[in-house]
């Protein structure tokens, strides 16, 4: 006997669309491969001021200074996470079908600022001090 109020029945892996679950899957579907490049992106942007510096650089390769890159790389992906926040309320609205074909802008933002970011750090914070 159906009920007119029931659910239909889902098969494994499946989320009702719109769900949050469904919501988050999307996300993930789109942030998480983008994360592969932002990170490629930003440890190129690393090397290429060690290689263009080299001689300034080579001091600072130590087993010490690990850690402290360590922590940075994480710091970015942190940063990267920002993008979820924006990204489930914007699927949850009205917008929803114009913010998937125009959330490319939002990572592009995020890595150019990214970028920056990183331009300054090893500029400002790491290139002085190195010896």
């Known amino acids: 006997m159906e009920t007119t109020g ?7 892996g499946q989320l009702p669309p719109g769900s949050l679950g469904a919501l988050f899957n999307d996300a993930l579907r789109f942030w998480e491969p983008r994360r592969v490049i932002y990170n490629l992106i930003l440890f190129l942007v690393s090397v290429a001021w060690v290689v263009f510096s080299w001689p300034h650089f080579r001091p600072a390769f130590r087993w ?3 850690p402290p890159l360590l922590f940075l790389a994480f710091v970015a992906n942190v940063c990267y996470c920002a993008a979820y926040v924006i990204d489930l309320p914007l699927q949850g609205s009205s917008l929803a ?7 490319w802008g939002l ?3 995020g ?3 990214a970028i920056l970011l990183t331009n300054y750090w090893i500029a400002d914070e790491i ?3 190195v010896r």
């Open 6 to 12: 029931s659910v239909p029945p889902q098969s494994l």
């Open 64 to 66: 010490s200074t690990l």
């Open 97 to 103: 079908t114009e913010w998937k074909h125009r959330r």
């Open 107 to 109: 990572w592009l933002a």
């Open 111 to 113: 890595l150019l600022l």
């Open 127 to 129: 290139y002085p001090f």
